[in-house]
C-alpha cells in the first residue's frame, strides 16, 4: 500500500502532539492511547507521512519540521525522537 501523505496548516501544539505520536508508531513502540493503534481501511498511523508543513511563526519558517514542532510558543513537551 502507498503512504499517506500529509500537509500541517499550522506548527502549533496539536501538529507538535501528532508528528511524536506518528514517530513512535513508526519506531514500533507501543502507544498509550489505542485510538492510534488502529487499522484504517488498511492503513496504520505508521503509513503516514508528513511532507510539507505551514506556519507563520519566524520561529519555524524554513526550519526542518523536526525543530520547528519544538519551537517557541509551542509548549508539547519532546516524548520521542524524530
Do not use: W
Not at 500541517?8 to 493503534?37: D, R
Not at 498511523?45 to 519544538?70: C, H, N, T, W, Y
Amino acid at each position: 500500500m502507498s503512504k499517506i501523505k500529509v500537509a500541517l496548516a499550522g506548527v502549533g501544539n496539536i501538529a507538535a502532539f501528532f508528528v511524536q505520536v506518528i514517530m513512535l508508531s513508526k519506531q514500533g513502540k507501543k502507544l498509550e492511547n489505542p485510538i492510534f493503534e488502529h487499522e484504517l481501511c488498511g492503513y496504520r498511523p505508521s503509513d503516514i507521512e508528513f511532507v510539507a508543513a505551514f506556519d507563520v511563526s519566524r520561529e519555524k519558517v524554513g526550519r526542518d519540521l523536526a525543530e520547528a514542532i519544538f519551537a517557541k510558543p509551542n509548549l508539547v513537551p519532546r516524548f520521542c525522537e524524530i
